[in-house]
């Protein structure tokens, strides 16, 4: 099998900013002339002038489809690794030449998609992966993409035939990585976690973004299956390797909030608010910790207040800012955000309402038995009980919710996608 674990690993962390959609937030006026605005990077930085490099290269040459694709590449990598989403708005500038195309150099069309479904423009994004995979079918980091959207959508027999596709054109651990993911949502909870970490152990020589990518898995696996202490080990581990990922900071968070640890999870994400996912967790901490001191008998800190209240602003803001856009990227957050911070359980509904319409992860069903939960409204959990039933999600956070919510007779899981003859077929 051929290892490709450079650019596998950009098209890993750059799939996983599904849940991280960048962020655009209000101008912010300086109030003095010696208010630091931004630390720009030094111009001796190596990472700098290679980007200054392709640039120039590019400039003197804006239809060469390689130099474009290398930029651009090269932006979307360190966006997921410096928590920086302006970055993937330069990968799109590199590729405007082709942005409106039908049918882009595969190169380009891989990393259109990887920015189409970063905004959650996941049709798009799919017809482009369906092209590039029918063009290339050899394409790793295609299918790979493609299954990781398959699995957003809810599409699990689908998203296992792409990870089927993946276990000849890549590496083990890539392989089982992908497939877990999928086997794990579906009813295998602990066989995936099993096989994924025997893989992981195995794979001493990973490059380390994909044993990042593994390990952040790892420890959502094993939160799901209600294991604090080994999903902190994991994420803990996870971070050694890629200490800015927004994904796993955001993954990490809020499993640091689930466990009322809100010192903590506020200490994660302050220095990573320009990310509206990780400005959301920030102001959930705040609000926790507020909440801690109140029934302790404290007043909670006048900095403390204004901070979280300087948060929310912020949080409306961009909210505001989408919807004038027409932008739907963050209807899990304003939900969130919704439910949790302003207290609008009917509002918070229908945004987790329009979100599950799309999306099907765990924390989208999350958010809205939560909402439904507290809106009162049954009827409205009702087909995300139906999904879970037929899928035998296992999460230790969200059966208690689904519990409350279920008619007294519970449903029996019905088919599952195929995933265990597959996975015995690729036993490590």
Not at 97 to 120: D, G, S
């Amino acid at each position: 099998m051929t290892s490709i674990p450079l650019f596998l690993g950009a098209a890993l962390a750059a799939t996983l900013s599904l849940q991280a959609p960048p962020a655009r937030a209000t101008p912010h006026l300086p109030s003095a002339g010696t208010d630091v605005i931004e630390a720009l990077p030094r111009r001796s930085d190596p990472q700098q002038l290679e980007l200054r490099r392709l640039r120039l290269q590019l400039m003197a040459a804006p239809r060469n489809a390689e130099l474009a694709a290398a930029l651009a590449q090269r932006y979307i990598g360190i966006g997921r690794s410096e928590s920086d989403p302006r970055y993937f708005g330069y990968a799109q500038a590199a590729l405007a030449p082709w942005w409106k195309e039908a049918a882009p150099p595969a190169a380009i069309r891989l990393l259109r998609a990887t920015l189409l479904q970063n905004i959650h423009q996941f049709p798009a994004a799919m017809a482009d992966l369906d092209g590039v995979t029918a063009a290339e079918p050899s394409n790793a980091q295609a299918w790979l993409t493609r299954a990781t959207v398959q699995t957003v959508l809810g599409q699990y027999s689908a998203a296992t035939a792409s990870c089927a596709r993946l276990s000849t054109l890549a590496d083990q651990l890539s392989s089982i990585t992908c497939l877990t993911n999928v086997s794990g949502l579906t009813g295998r909870l602990l066989k995936s976690d099993m096989l994924l970490a025997t893989t992981l152990q195995r794979s001493t020589n990973a490059e380390p973004g994909m044993q990042a990518w593994s390990l952040t898995q790892l420890a959502e696996m094993a939160a799901r299956r209600g294991d604090a202490p080994l999903a902190e080990t994991r994420y803990q581990a996870a971070l050694k390797l890629a200490p800015r990922d927004s994904y796993l900071l955001g993954a990490y968070a809020d499993f640091l909030l689930d466990r009322q640890r809100a010192a903590d999870a506020a200490a994660l994400t302050k220095e990573h608010r320009r990310i509206d996912g990780l400005l959301l967790r920030h102001a959930l901490a705040l609000k926790q910790q507020q909440a801690q001191r109140q029934r302790q008998g404290q007043r909670p800190s006048s900095e403390l207040q204004e901070q979280l209240a300087a948060d929310t602003h912020e949080l409306q803001a961009r909210f505001d800012a989408a919807a004038l856009r027409g932008d739907s990227v963050h209807q899990r957050e304003q939900a969130r955000y919704e439910l949790h911070l302003s207290g609008n359980a009917k509002a918070a509904l229908s945004l987790a309402q329009r979100n599950w319409a799309v999306q099907k992860e765990p924390a989208d069903l999350r958010i809205l038995l939560e909402a439904a939960l507290q809106a009162g409204d049954r009827a409205a959990a009702a087909p995300a009980l139906a999904w879970m039933a037929q899928t035998a999600l296992e999460d230790a956070a969200i059966q208690p919710l689904a519990a409350q919510l279920r008619p007294a007779a519970a449903t029996t899981p019905a088919s599952r996608p195929d995933v265990p003859r597959l996975a015995a077929r690729m036993q490590p």
